[in-house]
C-alpha cells in the first residue's frame, strides 16, 4: 500500500511538473511577443531618432550660415521667390492693360487701323480629334479652273 501511495503522489507531482512546463512556456510566448515589440518600438525610435539627427544638422548648417550673414534661410528664400514670381506677373498684366488702354486712348492701336479688306475670317474646329481651320473671307479668290490649279 505504501507503494501505491508513493506512486500516487509521484504522479501527482509529475502533473504538477507537467503544469508548471506548460505555465513556463506560455509565459516564454508572451515574454518573446513583447520583447517583439518592443524592439520593433525601439527601431522606430533609432529611424525617428536619426531622421530627427539629419534634420537637426541641415538646420545647425543654415543657422551657421544665416548668422553669417551667408544668405538667408531657405524656407524664407522660397518665400520672397515665390512672392516675386507672383508680382512680376501682375505687373506685366499692368503694363500690357496700360499699353493697351493707352493705344486706344491714341487711336494708335494698330489693330484697329488694319483696312477692313485684310481681315482674315476663320473657323477653328476639330474631327476626330485632328485640327481644322475653314477660311471664310479675306484672302483674294483663287483662279484656275481645276481644283488642283486653284
Given at each position: ?5 508513493d506512486?500516487?503522489s509521484?504522479l501527482?507531482?509529475?502533473?504538477q ?5 506548460k505555465d513556463m512556456e506560455?509565459?516564454k ?7 517583439f ?5 525601439v527601431?522606430t525610435?533609432e ?13 545647425q548648417?543654415?543657422?551657421d550660415?544665416y548668422r553669417k550673414g551667408n ?5 524664407l528664400?522660397?518665400?520672397i521667390t ?6 512680376k506677373?501682375?505687373v506685366f498684366?499692368?503694363?500690357?492693360e ?6 486706344q486712348?491714341?487711336n494708335s492701336d494698330?489693330l ?6 485684310l481681315?482674315v475670317?476663320t473657323?477653328?474646329?476639330h474631327?476626330?480629334g485632328?485640327?481644322?481651320r475653314?477660311i ?8 484656275g479652273s481645276?481644283l488642283l490649279?486653284k
Amino acid at each position: 500500500i505504501s507503494i501505491r501511495k508513493d506512486m500516487a503522489s509521484k504522479l501527482a507531482q509529475l502533473k504538477q511538473y507537467q503544469q508548471f512546463e506548460k505555465d513556463m512556456e506560455a509565459h516564454k510566448d508572451n515574454i518573446r511577443k513583447k520583447l517583439f515589440e518592443v524592439k520593433s518600438l525601439v527601431k522606430t525610435y533609432e529611424e525617428e531618432l536619426t531622421e530627427t539627427k539629419a534634420e537637426l544638422s541641415r538646420l545647425q548648417i543654415e543657422n551657421d550660415d544665416y548668422r553669417k550673414g551667408n544668405r538667408i534661410p531657405k524656407l524664407l528664400q522660397d518665400t520672397i521667390t515665390s512672392k516675386l514670381n507672383i508680382l512680376k506677373e501682375k505687373v506685366f498684366q499692368v503694363e500690357t492693360e496700360n499699353k493697351t488702354f493707352k493705344m486706344q486712348k491714341e487711336n494708335s492701336d494698330p489693330l484697329l487701323n488694319i483696312s477692313k479688306s485684310l481681315y482674315v475670317t476663320t473657323v477653328d474646329m476639330h474631327t476626330g480629334g485632328e485640327p481644322l481651320r475653314i477660311i471664310e473671307n479675306g484672302i483674294p479668290l483663287l483662279t484656275g479652273s481645276t481644283l488642283l490649279e486653284k
